[in-house]
């Protein structure tokens, strides 16, 4: 996979092509990333990207010609046809349904904006979609871009060094994630559920299921009210989940 990135902050992308998950994902070749600085296609001495909003107000505004130039020089490097995504407050809420969908393609182009934002006409002649992590304001594009991008690379073949990890996160199948237990079996008065050292993998598999409904129930119930599909089996679950936990608040 392609991943290019316009950025004036080229240097912040190294905490993802050099560390962890992405960063082997870079070194083995599962994934070329190329970041471009709009300040480099600047055409004055002091290499401006940025200008005073029209109709007054503070802050400023990104450029159209270096946003526009630097875009051009990177789809040269890159395969035809990668979509241009703008991270912006104003875009849609990324969701794991977008993430598995950006991991089928051979390439994208991610746009990350800086100051008061970019000139409008930008995102309307280059912009193929606008994206955001969530309803609240960061200093730039950068780190809603490398969120993406960190999600999209651990669902390419090869980058996990276990395949079923990826399936198993939370939101893969519209749930949060079950909780995890390691050694020691106790840490002070709390123990490993029993169920977990069984060693019967299918009654581990049910707990680990109904764990998950019930944990997506008491602190994410809007996901189950717009989108999670369960079959019959989860439903059953979740109605004893439920009823456990009245039980308990009694």
């Known amino acids: 996979m392609h991943i290019g990135v316009l950025s004036l902050f080229p240097g912040m992308f190294a905490a993802l092509t050099e560390y962890g998950v992405s960063g082997r ?124 991008m960190d999600a999209v690379i651990r669902l390419l073949p090869g980058a996990l060094g276990d395949e079923q990890s990826a399936q198993q996160d939370s939101f893969s199948d519209g749930l949060l994630d079950y909780p995890h237990y390691t050694r020691p079996e106790r840490v002070g008065e709390r123990q490993v559920p029993s169920v977990l050292m069984s060693g019967d993998h299918e009654k581990i598999r049910q707990w680990r299921a109904e764990q998950a409904l019930a944990r997506t129930w008491q602190r994410r119930p809007d996901l189950l009210e717009s989108g999670a599909e369960l079959n019959e089996q989860q439903s059953k679950m979740l109605a004893h989940a439920r009823q456990q936990t009245k039980v308990e608040d009694q």
Not at 31 to 43: A, E, I, K
Not at 129 to 140: A, L, M, N, Q, R
């Open 25 to 148: 994902a870079v070194e083995q070749g599962l994934l070329d990333v190329s970041v471009v600085n709009p300040r480099d296609f600047t055409t004055d001495k002091h290499r401006t990207v940025d200008d005073k909003p029209y109709g007054g107000g503070p802050g400023m505004v990104m450029k159209v010609q270096p946003l526009a130039d630097s875009l051009a020089h990177l789809k040269e490097r890159m395969p035809a046809g990668a979509p241009v995504v703008y991270l912006s407050p104003q875009g849609q809420r990324i969701t794991q349904a977008a993430v598995e969908r950006f991991s089928t393609l051979p390439a994208v182009i991610m746009v990350a904006g800086r100051y008061e934002g970019v000139d409008e006409r930008f995102i309307e002649e280059h912009v193929d979609e606008e994206w955001s992590i969530g309803d609240f304001v960061v200093s730039g594009g950068e780190i809603p871009a490398m969120l993406l």
